[in-house]
């Protein structure tokens, strides 16, 4: 093993007087462990082996550096690794080695990165210690230390090499060290957060998760009939389904998903050998798209009553349930003594079917409702209650997990009736549960008298033309609304989204954000539908459309 001298140099510095060395420390643990946060391509990642060692920082850089150890010598005996690389068991540093999982099933077993912590000296030096196939494998490390409200970035290279890749250096500097900043100052770290897929194993996550997507993704996205996004709730379900199924293990249990919706998540689990139905108020387009072996069910149920339960049912499953949300532990409680329940809430609902009212205002909404729902299956329900967070494109990303009861078999009957006296205390004499009405109606201005609706689209439009900017020019929806009068506002308003719905359903004419409104200049090849209708700029705007007509894809 020959020495490498490394040579450091500082590429980034910012100062802040609420920067302390406890901040500096939580920023660089949430990084370590979390890189995912930054790195998208990233699912996450496991620690190795974590040990205090004798020296200085340099000094472990250099002897990894030197020897270019096979990922086998990581994952055989990461411990044994240190000593072959000569070094000694100590309290100077930290060391820990990491391998990161990637979304896709790419090298998942070779890539591994090497952490080092010299905590008296304020600093956290990163070090990809993963061989490159082709041999041509630039080595470099990067490091953060705090010194006097200071954060500064630096980089080291071996003194024999240069750094000339722009795109790293971009990343270190314009990304990497910014959120790293920003998470000191904001004391990411210290926060009480929930982890991410904290009962489940993220190595197999990543396995099946990719697994179902390249099995179901694509195949869905050909025939997605919902108005909803379908890579958002395609991937969605896909995860969630595989969270699932690595939740329950070897087991194939039975389930009911309540409110199931689109049905995608019950057609995943069907489809891998899941015994279980989705049961909704209303059938969806999509339901038409699944084959017979996706078992859904339109009905209206009143979990209220005594008589909803589902006695051969292991599982009772809420995915963004909304109303049906606080009942699915109670189904559960009712249903049979080993049922358990997987419960992801979304829009906070009582039981009554009111929304719910938040009770610690230190909290959000959102975070005051997963706090109650806890406390009423842990406390009343009598669940032992896990919670995790899932990996899916959502911001309603907590499941709440009533893993076993924590009662006798026997006492099965006294609990059941403390349940129904406690879900009825929920309701007033003159209250009864209300279910979602079977045709949902429409609220997104489509259904506006056409006259009012173009009254409005030419009112904007001529706010924006007699404004100074031309195709730059913004004007606040403040500023329009006084131009539109109340009484116009008042009949948008009871189509839900009002002026700013509107406009976004004319996105063809006008871009809408941050609050303000201008007009949405054609770009060429931009349209998904080639000259289906008028061109309104070439026909409405003054200076009219800027592309010429074969251009355009819309009609001169």
């Not at 179902?212 to 969605?236: C, F, G, Q, R």
């Amino acid at each position: 093993m020959t020495n490498v001298t490394w040579s450091w140099t500082t590429l980034k510095r910012l100062q802040s007087t609420d920067l302390t060395a406890e901040k500096f420390w939580s920023a660089a643990t949430v990084w370590n462990a979390k890189p995912h946060l930054l790195i998208k391509h990233l699912m996450g990642a496991e620690r190795l082996v974590s040990e205090s060692l004798a020296g200085e920082y340099g000094d472990v850089l250099a002897s990894v550096a030197a020897t270019d150890l096979p990922p086998a010598a990581w994952v055989g005996d990461p411990v044994e690794t240190f000593r072959r690389l000569g070094l000694t068991v100590g309290e100077d540093i930290q060391a820990e080695v990491w391998k990161l999982f990637t979304k896709k099933p790419v090298d998942w077993n070779d890539y591994f990165r090497l952490s080092v912590f010299d905590r008296p000296n304020n600093t956290a030096v990163f070090y990809d210690c993963t061989p490159k196939k082709n041999g041509d494998h630039i080595k470099y490390a990067y490091g953060v230390n705090f010194v006097d409200d200071w954060l500064e970035l630096r980089l080291a290279m071996p003194s024999n090499q240069t750094m000339d890749d722009k795109k790293t250096l971009h990343w270190m500097t314009d990304i990497f060290f910014p959120k790293i900043f920003n998470w000191a100052i904001n004391d990411k770290g210290s926060k009480p957060t929930i982890s991410s897929l904290s009962h489940v194993c993220v190595q197999m996550y990543c396995h099946l998760y990719s697994r179902l997507k390249e099995k179901y993704a694509k195949s869905l996205m050909n025939v997605w009939t919902e108005v909803t996004d379908p890579k958002k709730y395609i991937h969605k379900d896909i995860a969630t389904a595989t969270y699932l199924m690595l939740l329950w293990g070897d087991t194939k249990p039975s389930f009911v998903d309540m409110g199931c919706g689109n049905g995608l998540l019950v057609h995943v689990l069907n489809s891998e050998g899941y015994n279980g139905v989705g049961l909704d108020v209303r059938s969806r387009k999509m339901w038409a798209q699944y084959p017979k072996s996706t078992v859904l069910k339109v009905t209206s149920v009143d979990p209220s009553s005594s008589d909803c339960k589902f006695p051969q049912a292991d599982w009772i499953i809420g995915n963004h349930s909304d109303e049906l949300s606080p009942w699915v532990p109670v189904i559960a409680t009712r249903s049979n003594y080993n049922c358990k329940f997987f419960l992801l809430p979304c829009c906070p609902f009582e039981f009554n079917g009111s929304r719910y009212q938040r009770v610690d205002s230190s909290l959000s909404q959102y975070h005051d409702y997963l706090k109650y729902l806890e406390k009423t299956s842990s406390n009343v329900l009598k669940f032992n209650v896990k919670t995790d967070r899932l990996r899916i494109p959502s911001t309603k990303r907590t499941c709440i997990i009533g893993w076993s009861k924590n009662y006798l078999p026997q006492e099965v009957d006294q609990v059941v009736q403390d349940v129904e006296k406690f879900a009825s205390s929920k309701f007033n004499e003159n209250v009864q549960f209300v279910p979602r009405p079977s045709e949902e109606r429409v609220r997104n201005c489509t259904k506006l008298d056409k006259d009012l609706l173009r009254s409005v689209v030419d009112t904007v439009a001529d706010v924006l033309i007699n404004s100074s900017g031309g195709w730059k020019c913004r004007v606040t929806l403040g500023e329009l609304a006084k131009q539109i009068g109340e009484e116009r506002l008042k009949k948008l308003k009871k189509e839900c989204g009002g002026l700013q719905t509107l406009l976004k359903n004319h996105r063809y004419i006008f871009v809408v954000e941050k609050g303000s409104v201008g007009f949405r200049k054609p770009v060429k090849g931009c349209g998904k539908v080639w000259k289906k209708h008028k061109c309104w700029f070439y026909h409405n705007y003054p200076d009219k459309c800027p592309l010429n007509e074969d251009e355009c894809c819309n009609i001169h």
